[in-house]
């Protein structure tokens, strides 16, 4: 069900869409830009909710037959562009935008589209789509969605208004969580490996493949040490296939050497995130503070370059001689 009370976090960015539209002054173009699973297509889809809703100004009134019909999909002033390819061509924007756009809403205020990964429009796919933003009819909102507003033309930056989604705090997941019913400490073990994103720690808490995944992982950081180093590049080629899951394995590799630190230096486990494998921990934590640390910084530096788009096998060997240095 899309309405604001089912989103966590982003209020400055739900409140201006809600003052936009109770003062009159909805912009005709928006970027929502951020990381995956971040609740951008929650909050766009509210919000175009909100704006064909027949009754209110504040949130939907889940009543009147825009409602109801955008929420069973079938809106006819709602356009939500959701292409399954890499990249989005200029095809797709005059099938699903130019052509819609000719035509007067067919019941509602607005026509709204919502674009989704608009990050992977070609330049000329951009292009078409400029045109009709910078002349658009009274009734168009357009709302891009993007993982990286670096890649569209300044002309288009230029003519909407931008909002990034920032990660949710820790704190703020574990509450959503344990909301849920999901028990307290399995909500701050789940909220540490979901770097802020409610969707990944939904994903992670209802999931029972992480735990498996998550388990072989841990095993591989506790032999760690007694690799040798054709042992070594055999873990690497492994991660290599699991490449679009190498942020999740270094943040385990991060969770552990994390709650080790804190083991050590406690001698308690009332703060270690991970109370499911102690022993682990407690191995671990015989090493030097100054090896837990380098190894911390080492596993932060590589998330950095693999950001950046480094590559993967030369950033592995990087980090797994750091890890294994004594
Ligand atoms: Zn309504």
């Given at each position: 069900?899309?309405?604001?009370?089912?989103i966590?976090?982003?209020?400055n960015?739900?409140?201006?869409?809600?003052?936009?539209n109770e003062?009159?002054?909805?912009?005709?173009?928006?970027?929502?830009?951020?990381?995956?699973?971040?609740?951008?297509?929650l909050?766009?889809?509210?919000?175009?909710?909100?704006?064909?809703?027949?009754?209110?100004?504040k949130?939907?009134?889940?009543?009147?037959s825009?409602?109801?019909?955008?929420?069973?999909?079938?809106?006819?002033?709602?356009?939500?562009?959701?292409?399954?390819?890499?990249?989005?061509?200029?095809a797709?924007?005059?099938?699903?935008?130019?052509?819609?756009?000719e035509?007067?809403?067919?019941?509602?205020?607005?026509?709204?589209?919502?674009?989704?990964?608009?990050?992977?429009m070609?330049?000329?796919?951009?292009?078409?789509?400029?045109?009709?933003?910078?002349?658009p009819?009274?009734?168009a909102?357009?709302?891009?969605?993007?993982?990286?507003?670096?890649?569209?033309?300044?002309?288009?930056?230029?003519?909407?208004?931008?909002?990034k989604?920032?990660?949710?705090l820790?704190?703020?997941?574990e509450?959503?969580?344990i909301?849920?019913?999901?028990?307290?400490?399995?909500?701050?073990?789940?909220s540490?490996?979901?770097?802020?994103?409610?969707?990944?720690?939904?994903?992670?808490?209802?999931?029972?493949?992480?735990i498996?995944?998550?388990?072989?992982?841990?095993?591989?950081?506790?032999?760690?040490?007694?690799?040798?180093?054709?042992?070594?590049?055999?873990?690497i080629?492994?991660y290599?296939?699991?490449k679009?899951?190498?942020?999740?394995?270094?943040?385990?590799?991060?969770?552990v050497?994390?709650?080790?630190l804190?083991?050590?230096?406690?001698n308690?486990?009332?703060?270690v995130?991970?109370?499911?494998?102690?022993?682990?921990?407690?191995?671990?934590?015989?090493?030097?503070?100054?090896?837990?640390?380098?190894?911390?910084?080492a596993?932060?530096?590589?998330?950095?370059?693999l950001?950046?788009?480094?590559?993967?096998?030369?950033?592995?060997e990087?980090?797994?001689f750091?890890?294994?240095?004594?």
């Amino acid at each position: 069900m899309y309405k604001f009370e089912n989103i966590v976090g982003n209020d400055n960015i739900i409140n201006s869409f809600i003052k936009a539209n109770e003062n009159n002054t909805v912009s005709h173009a928006y970027i929502l830009d951020g990381k995956e699973k971040t609740g951008k297509e929650l909050i766009s889809k509210t919000f175009a909710k909100l704006l064909l809703c027949e009754n209110n100004y504040k949130n939907p009134c889940l009543k009147c037959s825009s409602c109801i019909s955008f929420e069973s999909g079938n809106n006819p002033d709602f356009f939500f562009i959701d292409s399954e390819k890499k990249s989005l061509g200029i095809a797709d924007i005059r099938d699903n935008i130019i052509k819609n756009i000719e035509t007067k809403p067919f019941k509602y205020k607005y026509k709204v589209f919502i674009i989704k990964d608009a990050h992977n429009m070609t330049i000329q796919a951009q292009n078409a789509l400029l045109k009709t933003i910078e002349d658009p009819p009274k009734f168009a909102i357009f709302i891009l969605l993007s993982k990286n507003y670096n890649s569209f033309l300044p002309t288009i930056l230029s003519r909407c208004i931008l909002f990034k989604i920032k990660p949710l705090l820790p704190n703020t997941i574990e509450k959503f969580l344990i909301d849920k019913g999901i028990d307290s400490n399995m909500a701050k073990f789940y909220s540490a490996y979901s770097r802020g994103s409610i969707g990944v720690a939904l994903d992670i808490a209802y999931s029972e493949k992480f735990i498996n995944f998550r388990q072989n992982i841990i095993n591989d950081v506790e032999k760690l040490d007694s690799l040798d180093l054709i042992q070594m590049y055999n873990i690497i080629n492994k991660y290599e296939t699991m490449k679009q899951n190498i942020n999740n394995i270094l943040d385990i590799y991060l969770l552990v050497y994390r709650d080790s630190l804190i083991f050590k230096q406690t001698n308690s486990f009332d703060i270690v995130i991970q109370k499911d494998i102690q022993n682990c921990i407690k191995t671990i934590s015989n090493m030097s503070v100054k090896n837990l640390i380098n190894k911390i910084e080492a596993l932060l530096k590589a998330k950095i370059y693999l950001e950046q788009n480094s590559n993967f096998n030369m950033t592995m060997e990087y980090l797994f001689f750091k890890l294994k240095e004594k």
